[in-house]
């Protein structure tokens, strides 16, 4: 008997596909090893990740502007790679807090740069709550905006996705709003994201 795992994280996958994976296992497409011990410069993978991004462009609807990078690490990894890569030491930016991922996502932050603006605090509610719009306090001159869409711990989501317009200091305060969106599940493909702002988001093995 198949079980459904209806946990936050994993998600079921079809009979077929496991089956096509069992069957290509031992010998992928002909070459007589796995896909994961051949060569990640062979025509043959390099193919593979081809149509994987293409298909997967398709799924999330992601613009031919847009790069698609397939990242180690995680979301976890893309706690520490955000303040990194888009702060300064000296930035300041905003966190919203709503739970255990973005807890664990402004910690990091509080490592890497000069100043974390807690834009919104949800501990009144012991987090079971999510802020609205017009109740963040964004700073005028963060990096980046960072928020947990769903937190898949506490079980809450956004009904909204917050943009800089919500922000009082509109049009000099932070274009960049980083996502959260880990899990296709429960968030990278169960929604549309508007993409008029900068945005970048993030998933496990994944950043979108
Ligand atoms: C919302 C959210 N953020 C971050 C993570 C951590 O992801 P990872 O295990 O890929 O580091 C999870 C994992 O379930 C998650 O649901």
Redesign the pocket.
Known sequence: MRVFNFA??PATLPVEVLEQVREELTDWHGCGMSVMEVSHRSKAFVAAAQEAEQLLRELLAVPAHYKVLFLQG???GQFAAIPMNIARADSTVDYLNTGA?SKKALLEARRLTGKVNIAADEAASNYTTVPAGEALRLSAQAAYVHY?P???IGGVEFPYVPTPQACRWWPTCPRVFCR?R??SR?SLSSTRVPRRTRSRGTG?GHCA
């Open positions: 936050a994280g995680g979301a976890t991922w947990t769903n937190e898949t959260d880990s899990r429960s496990s």
